[in-house]
Nanobody, 123 residues
Framework: VQLQASGGGLVQAGGSLKFSCAVS????????MGWFRQAPGKEREFVLA????????VYAHSVKGRFTISRDNAKNTVYLQMNSLKPEDTAIYYC?????????????????WGQGTQVTVSS
């Protein structure tokens, strides 16, 4: 299984970015998907998760109302739309896939990880 994320970059505070993460190697709809991030000097933290068919989403409090996760099972891709970005959103963002049913905030429950994509939000 391979996860290939794209769409990071540099943006001013208040701006928007959209990530995508393409998954190959197994039926995409068998995976719950999540996004995590790691800011400089900090541990990796949960951002959002979506269930296999998109019926359930879970958000970290810090991004609720600003970030949205979605998926297109026909395209084997999960998306992260980030609006109203803040400097504290600066981090490396990772997509991750979990085989077990449901969503999870715990990175230990994810089986496969993408390579990470840098987001830098300037003030």
């Amino acid at each position: 299984v391979q996860l290939q994320a794209s769409g990071g970059g540099l943006v001013q505070a208040g701006g928007s970015l959209k990530f995508s993460c393409a998954v190959s190697g197994r039926t995409f709809s068998s995976y719950g998907m999540g996004w995590f991030r790691q800011a400089p000097g900090k541990e990796r933290e949960f951002v959002l998760a979506i269930s296999r068919y998109g019926l359930r989403t879970v958000y970290a409090h810090s991004v609720k109302g600003r970030f949205t996760i979605s998926r297109d099972n026909a395209k084997n891709t999960v998306y992260l739309q980030m609006n109203s970005l803040k400097p504290e959103d600066t981090a490396i963002y990772y997509c991750a896939a979990k085989v077990n049913v449901g969503t999870s905030r715990s990175e230990g429950e994810y089986d496969h990880w993408g390579q990470g994509t840098q987001v830098t939000v300037s003030s």
